[in-house]
């Protein structure tokens, strides 16, 4: 049954202001609608479509049969090489079908058994139509090695274990989270030693931590196998192999379901917005040509990365990017992407050297690269299709509209968009402003300046903003002072005083302000000191900051404990409940001279005093629900590492005048006077001590 056109009517229900963009979504719409056709009419689906990984790769029947397909149009000879025939040019040929697919297959030595071992080393060896013989790993390949004494270059591996080595997942996946707290890692850094850590360490120790914190989802980094350990995992090689650096394969899907069996949603940072530029362990000119799985000459090469970008436009490039997603969440079971690069995919320019000012004619036209705008759609159309509950994040700095609402409305389909300004807003006041210029409006402005009706997950910092060049917003807060006075038993300097201060009212806000997701970067929330700096010639192969030191949080002399209790504390407020989940916050208040900010959301008041010296007793806010309130989180508990000037608990009751455009006040107290505001009065208020550099949550009793 053909695909439903879309309706101008659907978009501008969504978005009236794109009234003059409608016949350009329309169109790239036409196009999603022209490919789904296509993969029902002549692949079965996408059921069948992104089971490519079934077809093509290497794959083990029942009886121990091994057959092994390619794609490589431009090879005129291809042999299937190896430990198991000693890599003999002749043994084993392929024969190639009208679509340039290669085919071998190969019988078992006996009945159940592969006539190729077990974690062997294999390779495609291929004649061009030049005469050049060329050899690569296989595109498919699901496992692959590297032994740096020997050579940088990948091993390929014929991954088939016995059947009492396969793991057995044991859990469901969770439901969907309501509310996403996500926690962003790295099993490589999450060791506190000088190597790289293991599938195995994570799921022991590390795993314990995120639930314990409150994190509902894991965001997991680097995963894809990539050629270059300090490239974050950005620089894939492999992509349907899981980095062999932290173990086998089993031990991820242990991982996995180990996280699902403490109820934790996981993630896969997905890479298909470029791909490594390397040969002989990659995609790049595969079959001797530059436009494979590319596009050829500029086009399909990104300046910046210096890497390869993807031919979105071509049949076999769709079914390989959209079997990848579907093996991940397949073989893996994962539970979604979060999707890198994204502005990078959806514009020509790839972001270089343009700035996005909001207006929409930005997004549209020539610049836009609907191949690419409509892979994304076909991407989120097929997996939440196949996966209902799949979940998947943007990765998109320019604000691209439509891009988290659903493909038949005329949107792009992701879930959810990273709201990638707000850290920025963060480094750069914390650089180049002192406390006192801290502009309370623009800091609300950058935290609700998002699209009505598209969710966005708000961070405060991520791993972004740790890489060498940049630091922590720990360190940036407190710097060398980090070294000598983060002791219970050292004196409690005003840099520590204000660093923990305000740590915690930034991640707050952020957390109750920002979005409808919320994440942090692995050992962030008690507040990580430095960068990070992962093993390279510059810095001597150190491995000093590719790591995480849990000792300095699990040492309870150390006020590290603070921030990380903070960070509990958040997260388990939120899941009672959940403001995430709800609509975005009503500010009733952002006062310059003050340093306050005040808003409602999901029932609750929130209550930020930003001031450096100031605090104020019987501080008056407006409040819409009239009614008893008591506090519920207060950033000052001793446990918080703060002074306990206010503590949860008490009674504050509205007064019925508005105040502040809401019908009821309450009044917080403080140490240092204020007058009566002049603001005009009229409804219901409460009133309330708030010290300086204090965060105050108070919900009706």
Same mark, same amino acid.
């Given at each position: 049954?053909?695909?439903?056109?879309?309706d101008?009517?659907t978009?501008?229900?969504?978005?009236?202001?794109?009234?003059?963009? %409608?016949?350009?979504?329309? @169109?790239?719409?036409?196009?999603?609608?022209?490919?789904?056709?296509?993969?029902?009419?002549?692949?079965?689906?996408?059921e069948?479509?992104t089971?490519?990984?079934?077809?093509?790769?290497?794959?083990?029947?029942?009886?121990?049969?091994?057959?092994?397909?390619?794609?490589?149009?431009?090879?005129?000879?291809?042999?299937?090489?190896?430990? *198991?025939?000693?890599?003999?040019?002749?043994? /084993?040929?392929?024969?190639?079908?009208?679509?340039?697919?290669?085919?071998?297959?190969?019988?078992?030595?006996?009945?159940?058994?592969?006539?190729?071992? /077990?974690?062997?080393?294999?390779?495609?060896?291929?004649?061009l139509?030049?005469?050049?013989?060329?050899?690569?790993i296989?595109?498919?390949?699901?496992?692959v090695? !590297?032994?740096?004494?020997?050579s940088?270059?990948?091993?390929a591996?014929?991954?088939n274990p016995?059947?009492d080595? %396969?793991?057995?997942?044991?859990?469901?996946?969770p439901? =969907?989270?309501?509310?996403?707290?996500i926690?962003?890692?790295?099993?490589?850094?999450?060791?506190?030693?000088?190597?790289?850590?293991?599938?195995?360490e994570?799921?022991?120790?590390?795993?314990?931590?995120?639930?314990?914190?409150?994190?509902?989802?894991?965001?997991?980094?680097?995963?894809?196998e990539?050629?270059?350990?300090?490239?974050?995992?950005? =620089?894939?090689?492999?992509?349907?192999?899981?980095?062999?650096r932290?173990?086998?394969p089993?031990?991820?899907?242990?991982?996995?379901?180990t996280? /699902?069996?403490?109820?934790?949603?996981?993630?896969?940072?997905?890479v298909?917005s470029?791909?490594?530029?390397?040969?002989?362990?990659?995609?790049?000119?595969?079959?001797?040509?530059?436009?494979?799985?590319?596009h050829?000459?500029?086009?399909?090469?990104?300046?910046?990365?210096?890497?390869?970008?993807?031919?979105?436009?071509?049949?076999?490039?769709?079914? *390989?990017?959209m079997?990848?997603?579907?093996?991940?969440m397949?073989?893996?079971?994962?539970?979604?992407f979060?999707?890198?690069?994204v502005?990078?995919?959806?514009?020509?320019?790839?972001?270089?050297?343009?700035?996005?000012?909001?207006?929409?004619?930005?997004?549209?036209?020539?610049?836009?690269?609907?191949?690419?705008?409509?892979?994304?759609?076909?991407?989120?159309?097929?997996?939440?299709?196949?996966? +209902?509950?799949?979940?998947?994040?943007?990765?998109?700095?320019?604000?691209?509209?439509?891009?988290?609402? +659903?493909?038949?409305?005329?949107?792009?389909g992701?879930?959810?968009?990273?709201?990638m300004?707000i850290?920025?807003?963060?480094?750069?006041?914390?650089?180049?402003?002192?406390?006192?210029e801290?502009?309370?409006?623009?800091?609300?402005?950058?935290?609700?300046?998002?699209?009505?009706?598209?969710?966005?997950?708000?961070?405060?910092?991520?791993?972004?903003?740790?890489?060498?060049?940049?630091?922590?917003?720990?360190?940036?807060?407190?710097?060398?002072?980090?070294y000598?006075n983060?002791?219970?038993?050292?004196?409690?300097?005003?840099?520590?005083? @204000?660093?923990?201060?305000?740590?915690?009212?930034?991640?707050?806000?952020?957390?109750s302000?920002?979005?409808?997701?919320?994440?942090? *970067?692995?050992?962030?929330?008690?507040?990580?000191?430095?960068?990070?700096?992962?093993?390279?010639?510059?810095?001597?192969?150190?491995?000093?900051?590719?790591?995480?030191?849990?000792?300095?949080?699990?040492? /309870?002399?150390l006020r590290?404990?603070?921030?990380?209790?903070?960070d509990?504390?958040?997260?388990?407020?939120?899941?009672?409940?959940?403001?995430?989940r709800?609509?975005?916050?009503?500010?009733?208040?952002?006062?310059?001279?003050?340093?306050?900010?005040?808003?409602?959301?999901?029932?609750?008041?929130?209550?930020?005093?930003?001031?450096?010296?100031q605090?104020?007793?019987?501080?008056? %806010?407006?409040?819409?629900?009239?009614?008893?309130?008591?506090?519920?989180?207060?950033?000052?508990?001793?446990?918080?590492?703060?002074?306990?000037?206010?503590?949860?608990?008490?009674?504050?009751?509205?007064? +019925?005048m508005e105040?502040?455009?809401?019908?009821?006040?309450? !009044?917080?107290?403080?140490a240092?006077?204020?007058?009566?505001?002049?603001?005009?009065?009229s409804?219901?208020?409460?009133?309330?001590?708030?010290?300086?550099? %204090?965060?105050?949550?108070?919900?009706?009793?």
């Open positions: 049954m053909p695909t439903a056109p879309l101008p009517k978009v501008l229900a969504v978005d009236p202001w794109l009234e003059h963009n %409608v016949d350009e979504i329309v @169109r790239r719409h036409d196009l999603f609608r022209k490919w789904k056709d296509t993969i029902d009419e002549i692949e079965g689906g996408y069948k479509f089971k490519g990984y079934e077809k093509f790769g290497l794959n083990v029947g029942p009886d121990g049969t091994v057959t092994y397909r390619e794609w490589a149009p431009n090879a005129k000879e291809a042999v299937l090489i190896g430990e *198991f025939n000693n890599w003999n040019r002749i043994s /084993h040929p392929m024969t190639k079908d009208q679509y340039g697919v290669w085919e071998i297959t190969i019988p078992p030595q006996r009945p159940g058994v592969c006539a190729i071992p /077990h974690d062997s080393k294999i390779k495609i060896s291929m004649i139509q030049s005469g050049e013989r060329i050899e690569r296989p595109a498919w390949i699901r496992r090695t !590297q032994d740096l004494s020997v940088p270059v990948y091993d591996r014929f991954w016995p059947v080595m %396969v793991y057995k997942f044991k859990n469901k996946r439901p =969907q989270p309501k509310s996403l707290r926690y962003e890692a790295h099993v490589g850094i999450s060791t506190s030693e000088h190597r790289v850590g293991t599938y195995k994570f799921t022991q120790n590390v795993l314990p931590r995120i639930r314990d914190l409150g994190y509902n989802t894991i965001q997991l980094m680097a995963i894809m990539h050629a270059y350990y300090a490239s974050f995992g950005y =620089q894939v090689t492999s992509f349907f192999a899981a980095s062999s932290y173990g086998t089993e031990e991820l899907k242990e991982l996995i379901d996280a /699902h069996g403490m109820g934790i949603t996981v993630l896969l940072d997905i298909h470029h791909a490594c530029k390397n040969v002989l362990d990659g995609l790049n000119l595969f079959d001797g040509t530059d436009h494979l799985y590319f050829e000459g500029a086009r399909g090469r990104h300046e910046l990365w210096d890497s390869r970008l993807f031919n979105y436009g071509h049949h076999e490039v769709l079914r *390989f990017l079997s990848n997603l579907r093996f991940w397949e073989e893996y079971q994962f539970d979604g979060r999707f890198d690069g502005t990078s995919m959806m514009y020509h320019h790839h972001g270089i050297g343009t700035g996005f000012s909001g207006g929409y004619h930005e997004y549209f036209g020539d610049s836009a690269d609907l191949e690419a705008i409509v892979y994304l759609m076909l991407a989120n159309d097929a997996m939440h299709t196949l996966y +209902p509950e799949c979940i998947t994040i943007a990765e998109d700095v320019s604000g691209m509209p439509l891009l988290c609402v +659903p493909v038949p409305k005329g949107g792009v992701f879930d959810y968009r990273l709201s300004a850290p920025d807003m963060w480094i750069k006041l914390l650089k180049h402003k002192r406390d006192d801290w502009d309370m409006g623009n800091i609300v402005h950058t935290l609700t300046n998002r699209r009505y009706g598209e969710k966005s997950i708000a961070y405060a910092e991520s791993h972004d903003q740790a890489l060498v060049g940049d630091k922590t917003l720990a360190f940036w807060l407190m710097d060398k002072e980090m000598t983060m002791s219970d038993l050292t004196e409690y300097t005003p840099v520590i005083a @204000r660093g923990i201060a305000l740590h915690k009212m930034i991640r707050l806000l952020v957390h302000l920002g979005g409808e997701g919320y994440l942090n *970067f692995e050992g962030n929330e008690f507040g990580h000191p430095e960068w990070l700096d992962f093993p390279r010639a510059g810095n001597n192969n150190s491995f000093q900051h590719a790591r995480r030191q849990w000792n300095l949080v699990d040492d /309870h002399l590290y404990k603070y921030l990380n209790e903070f509990k504390a958040m997260n388990h407020t939120e899941d009672k409940y959940g403001w995430l709800a609509e975005p916050a009503y500010v009733s208040l952002k006062h310059e001279v003050d340093k306050m900010i005040v808003y409602e959301r999901a029932g609750l008041l929130f209550i930020f005093n930003f001031h450096p010296t605090s104020f007793t019987d501080y008056r %806010v407006g409040v819409e629900e009239p009614g008893e309130y008591t506090v519920v989180l207060s950033s000052d508990e001793k446990r918080f590492g703060g002074f306990e000037n206010v503590l949860p608990g008490g009674s504050y009751f509205t007064t +019925p105040w502040n455009g809401r019908k009821n006040y309450t !009044q917080v107290s403080s240092s006077g204020g007058g009566e505001r002049t603001e005009s009065l409804g219901q208020t409460v009133q309330v001590y708030i010290p300086s550099r %204090v965060c105050l949550v108070l919900a009706k009793k």
